[in-house]
């Protein structure tokens, strides 16, 4: 039989088991808080994987991925960034704008800044207005490791 003695040592020990079972689980849920958003999406956007896929209209791209799909809308203008992937020092482009520059920005699964995709020379018509600009985002974004590697670096770039 157990003395007083020994059911007093049980308690404390049963104690101290479940207080540092308690100081355990809040840690990690306070660490948890600490380091995740309220409704946080992950997307592990891998650049060296090409898409499946992809689509235009007149101003918006679509490109899918095993991972998902990116979409975003493109733009015409005369910026002095005019090295494939380089990210323009304009960053309030429109869609509207007219130029020789076809620049594409994501919107998601996040923003990214405008990125050149190259000088677009077709006939004036065709470059904004008739689709032209989305159509060479979609295309370079399908298929270009660096241009995706330019795209997906300047997320952390965007305020």
């Avoid at 050149?116 to 600009?133: E, L, W």
């Avoid at 979609?138 to 770039?157: C, H, M, V, Y």
């Amino acid at each position: 039989a157990t003395g007083p003695a020994e059911k007093k040592r049980e308690r404390k020990m049963q104690k101290l088991c479940f207080g540092l079972f308690g100081l355990i689980v809040t840690t990690g849920a306070i660490a948890a808080d600490l380091c995740v958003r309220n409704d946080a999406m992950v997307v592990a956007l891998n650049p060296d994987i090409n898409g499946t896929s992809s689509s235009s209209t007149l101003r918006t791209w679509s490109v899918k991925f095993n991972y998902g799909t990116l979409t975003g809308v493109s733009s015409c203008h005369n910026d002095d960034c005019r090295t494939e992937g380089c990210i323009a020092n304009n960053q309030n482009m429109g869609q509207n704008d007219i130029g020789n520059g076809c620049y594409c920005r994501m919107l998601r699964p996040s923003a990214s800044q405008w990125i050149y995709s190259g000088s677009y020379m077709g006939p004036a018509t065709d470059r904004c207005t008739g689709g032209g600009c989305a159509n060479a985002c979609a295309n370079i974004i399908k298929t270009s490791i660096p241009f995706r590697e330019q795209l997906f670096g300047s997320l952390n770039a965007v305020d």
